[in-house]
């Protein structure tokens, strides 16, 4: 069934006056603050490395229509037209370059050739939020004031944002994770279920670690994978990745993969992926899995289960903080690219799909959303209504609200996702036996250095 439309009425006119108006009076503020006309182009050229980004666009923008997979045409109230190419490029790693090489030259391309809108995850959100770059153009020069953007979460904000603190980049998730655990486990090896007795046992990485022990001597494992483990020691680190141009591995992540053999040496870790069998097997009564960190959102598609045998249909979760705070999934930053054409257009879909508060509610309710909106979260967390079976009718989202506000993206930086993801992979070489630590440690910084050129890596 089609999703109504949610559009609030003030976007749908807005959207009318940008198409009406055509390129000669549509204010946004150039950078020196003084407004100025905003060019209207014939094709709006939206970049994403996920199609979900289009069907937000079908689902909540006002006008939309989808001709064909990659098509689209924006319409106006008074017929006015503008077509809508989508450029979908589902690899990570593809897509990244395919941003790489063509928005530096943005501005050399064809006005109806060029990028006008693209979607960027966290992980490598800071690539394009630069100022000296310049390849995304702050909000603020889009018109869109500071109050429009005041209910979004702090981490997405600053790291949306250049090193000067404009704001470039506008995120309609905020996907804070909480750590689900099973009822049943908390109650034989810590005496209760109750949340706050719980988050005691797993306040930080320390007493977390006495609380594993306490886990594997009852014949349970602390969490699935060391996947799941390792956001947990990322969001603990005192330093990022690279300072003063060369490659830091932060103390923290070394305990993280020793911690890990450790635990899956004794036989109570799996060193596979998560969303691997190793990783579902925990899903259910019959495992021996504790808990799990991941948004709810998350556990809402992944871990709920109709099946008799599942924990999820025996209300067998509840949801606390956990030892750290992270944000896991937020690949739906939008930025407008220097070199648009369309900068109304752009505006439009960024106040719509990521400031609007009724559309934010809509994707909450619809789309099994973690929204950017401390407003509804806010009400989620008081609401009576707001429980969820699968945890035992316990409301999540003060759970949500307050770790959402703890996330920090203060040691984000521009190639966090390729370290990262050459990180992991090298250690699961060690943790599967297949290196030597020493030898995945080498080869994790051979390959970041031939990926990222000018890195010093030793």
Not at 40 to 47: E, F, H, P, S, T
Not at 84 to 98: A, F, K, S
Not at 224 to 242: F, N
Not at 253 to 274: C, K, Y
Request: aromatic fraction near 10%; charge should be negative; proline fraction near 2%.
């Amino acid at each position: 069934m089609k999703k109504k439309r949610v559009q609030s009425s003030a976007a749908a006119l807005l959207l009318t006056t940008i198409l009406a108006a055509g390129s000669l009076n549509i204010s946004v503020y150039a950078s020196d603050g003084e407004k100025t006309a905003a060019a209207q182009g014939a094709v709006l050229n939206i970049c994403t490395s996920t199609a979900n980004l289009k069907q937000r666009v079908i689902d909540y923008v006002s006008g939309y229509e989808e001709t064909d997979d990659t098509h689209g045409i924006i319409t106006a109230y008074d017929g006015t037209q503008t077509q809508v190419v989508w450029r979908i490029i589902e690899n990570t790693d593809l897509y990244q370059n395919y941003l790489d090489e063509n928005l530096y030259d943005n501005l050399n391309m064809l006005p109806n050739e060029r990028i006008d809108l693209f979607m960027a995850d966290s992980s490598y959100l800071k690539k394009y939020t630069g100022a000296d770059a310049d390849l995304a153009i702050p909000v603020r020069e889009l018109g869109i004031t500071q109050d429009e953007i005041a209910e979004r979460f702090a981490y997405t904000q600053a790291v949306g944002s250049d090193e000067d603190g404009n704001v470039r980049a506008l995120s309609y998730k905020a996907n804070a994770a909480v750590m689900v655990y099973r009822r049943d486990i908390a109650s034989e090896v810590f005496g209760t279920d109750e949340r706050e007795v719980v988050q005691e046992h797993f306040k930080d990485l320390a007493s977390m670690k006495e609380a594993a022990a306490a886990l594997e001597s009852k014949g349970y494992q602390l969490t699935a994978t060391a996947d799941d483990l390792y956001r947990l020691y990322e969001a603990s680190r005192s330093s990022g990745w690279v300072q003063d141009g060369k490659l830091v591995i932060d103390p923290v992540l070394e305990t993280w993969v020793q911690d890990s053999r450790a635990m899956i040496d004794r036989g109570m870790l799996s060193p596979n992926e998560i969303y691997s069998t190793d990783w579902n097997t925990g899903l259910y009564t019959d495992g021996n899995v504790f808990a799990y960190f991941l948004p709810v959102s998350m556990f809402n598609s992944r871990m709920w289960t109709a099946s008799g045998t599942s924990v999820s249909s025996k209300s067998g979760w509840a949801a606390t903080n956990g030892p750290a705070a992270f944000a896991w999934g937020d690949s739906c930053y939008l930025l407008a690219a220097r070199g648009s054409d369309n900068l109304a257009l752009d505006a439009l879909l960024m106040r719509t799909l990521a400031c609007d508060r009724e559309t934010l509610s809509a994707m909450h309710d619809n789309n099994n959303m973690d929204v950017n909106s401390v407003s509804i979260v806010s009400a989620l967390a008081a609401s009576e209504d707001a429980g969820k079976k699968s945890l035992g009718g316990q409301n999540p989202y003060n759970v949500v609200l307050e770790n959402a506000q703890a996330v920090s993206s203060s040691l984000m930086g521009p190639y966090d996702a390729v370290i990262q993801k050459l990180y992991l992979n090298y250690m699961r070489y060690y943790l599967r036996d297949q290196l030597t630590y020493e030898e995945a440690v080498k080869n994790f910084r051979t390959a970041v250095h031939y990926q990222l050129k000018g890195l010093k890596v030793n």
